[in-house]
């Protein structure tokens, strides 16, 4: 088996895109590095949660990796209705916020 990133979540059964280019830190400060696909879904997942590029990340990384976290569900490879803001994309809450 191929390795992952370390921000792929063991039953996320998505392959990298890219080398690691940033790091997602949750409440807490705990971090993984990965790349923008993982870190996207990772960060999307985490409450409270930011992106740091790395040293060597192509400019634009971390706000790619932002954006795309906005409108991802939370755990977005669990096939199941999602109908509770907790498992809802920040955008599809906000949408339903009138914002």
Do not use: K
């Amino acid at each position: 088996m191929d390795r992952r990133c370390p921000s792929a979540h063991p039953e996320d059964p998505t392959p990298c895109v890219g080398p690691a280019v940033v790091t997602v830190l949750d409440a807490v400060n705990a971090g993984a590095d990965g790349c923008e696909h993982h870190a996207a879904r990772l960060l999307a997942s985490l409450e409270g949660g930011r992106v740091y590029a790395l040293p060597h990340a192509p400019a634009g990384a971390a706000i790619r990796v932002f954006t795309a976290a906005d409108t991802t569900r939370p755990f977005c490879w669990v096939d199941s209705p999602r109908i509770r803001p907790s498992q809802l994309s920040a955008s599809e809450n906000r949408a339903r916020q009138g914002r």
